[in-house]
């Protein structure tokens, strides 16, 4: 039997709900236990795969998944749509096909931590995937309201904090080092997890363009995850460096 598009839909909106708790079930769980990769990598997770390969295998389905239904759904060809499936695209291509060759001496993912990542990715692929190319209606004119083009903005300046701060991360380290030092510049004056808080604008900038369920559960989620990994690291810093600024927050600038 062929599943109806009203099926689908409530498919769609039951993963979405599944998305958020399985964001708040993880920040939960990330109060004990740091999310084991990087720095807090541990062989209890599974046998240690090479940082590189493990983040491009692990990020591809987010970027083929779409990709396929791209190409097969009712809605690809609309432009809000058209659009929108290719922010989320892109910024996997950047995750899955530049990010992991860029990095610098990464410590090795667990194995778990891996095939986590890795479901993440089908499962999210799926549902932003799905909804953006067969489902999300838009009004004439969409590209001109002022949700779209607030979110839209939201969504570039985002990636471009997330990027950006990745890159002097990346660049804290000479060739061969392996240690950590306190970060400096662009956003991280203000926060520890400079790039976390640019990958969250990012999502929630994307919901706001996008308006669909899915896209705001991918965004909570990503609040729950990378806000969670985001206090570690600053205690870790405090931890660490005696020296390490007092007046940094931890995620967002001058607030928390
Ligand atoms: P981290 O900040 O933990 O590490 C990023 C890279 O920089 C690693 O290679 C790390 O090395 C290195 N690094 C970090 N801090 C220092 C330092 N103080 N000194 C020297 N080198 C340092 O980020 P993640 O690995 O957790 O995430 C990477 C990207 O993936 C981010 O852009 C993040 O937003 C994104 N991401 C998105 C998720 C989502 O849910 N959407 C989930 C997870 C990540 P090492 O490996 O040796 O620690």
């Not at 709900?17 to 599974?46: D, E, K, N, T």
């Not at 998944?65 to 290719?86: D, E, H, I, S, Y």
């Not at 838009?138 to 839209?152: R, T």
């Amino acid at each position: 039997r062929r599943v109806s598009g009203a099926e689908e839909r409530r498919l769609l909106e039951l993963l979405a709900y599944g998305l958020v708790a399985l964001g708040a079930g993880s920040a939960l769980l990330l109060r004990f236990v740091p999310m084991p990769y990087g720095r807090y990598s541990s062989p209890r997770f599974g046998c240690p795969l090479p940082a590189r390969p493990a983040w491009a295998l692990q990020e591809l389905p987010s970027l083929l998944v779409p990709l396929a239904l791209a190409a097969c759904g009712a809605a690809a060809g609309r432009w809000p749509n058209r659009l929108l499936l290719g922010g989320f695209v892109l910024h996997y291509l950047h995750r899955a096909l530049i990010f992991p060759f860029l990095i610098r001496q990464g410590k090795p993912t667990p194995f778990f931590t891996f095939l986590l990542a890795l479901l993440f990715c089908v499962y999210n692929g799926y549902l932003q995937g799905r909804s953006l190319s067969n489902y999300a209606e838009y009004p004439s004119g969409w590209l001109k309201d002022p949700c779209f083009i607030a979110g839209f903005i939201g969504w570039l300046v985002g990636m471009a904090i997330n990027i950006h701060s990745d890159h002097i991360l990346r660049n804290l380290r000479k060739p061969g080092e392996t240690g950590y030092k306190i970060p400096r510049g662009g956003m991280f004056e203000y926060v520890s997890g400079a790039n976390f808080f640019g990958e969250i604008l990012e999502w929630f900038g994307f919901a706001l363009a996008c308006c669909t369920i899915e896209s705001l559960a991918f965004a909570l989620c990503t609040l729950f995850i990378l806000g969670s990994r985001a206090k570690q690291h600053h205690q870790w810093y405090l931890e660490k460096f005696e020296d390490y600024p007092k007046d940094r927050k931890i995620l967002i600038p001058f607030v928390y």
